[in-house]
């Protein structure tokens, strides 16, 4: 059986200002108040994870994460809106994308290349 697998991502020049990734570390470090705890949280190193959310904040024009020194880090209320704008967009295309265009091209994938 086939699966459709659509991943959303928002360009900003060349850089993914919002994906699938990034949209999990934003939740993360709303979970865990860390970019560090977030990054161990989603199996990624400390430097990955602020490097995401470094990209992320030169991206918007208003910055997603804000970090204190020693003290953690939030999901600003501009991060929050931009996280729910994205997840509700990807729930859009995932709806957008079941439909008889996937059963009919479903239909005709086989279960294994030939």
């Not at 108040?33 to 918007?60: K, P």
């Not at 997603?64 to 953690?72: C, E, F, N, Y």
């Not at 880090?73 to 704008?85: I, K, M, Q, Y």
Request: with cysteine; aromatic share 6%.
């Amino acid at each position: 059986m086939a699966r459709l697998k659509l991943k959303v991502q928002l360009y900003c020049g060349d850089e993914i200002a919002m994906g699938p990734g990034k949209a999990a570390l934003l939740q993360a470090i709303g979970r865990t108040g860390s970019i560090s705890a977030a990054g161990r949280e989603l199996g990624m190193s400390y430097r990955r994870a602020w490097l995401l959310a470094d990209t992320m904040n030169r991206c918007f024009a208003e910055p997603l994460v804000a970090a204190h020194s020693g003290s953690g880090a939030r999901v600003t209320a501009a991060g929050e809106a931009a996280l729910a704008d994205y997840l509700a967009l990807a729930e859009r295309a995932g709806q957008a994308a079941a439909g008889a265009a996937f059963e009919r091209l479903e239909k005709a994938i086989l279960k294994r290349p030939a």
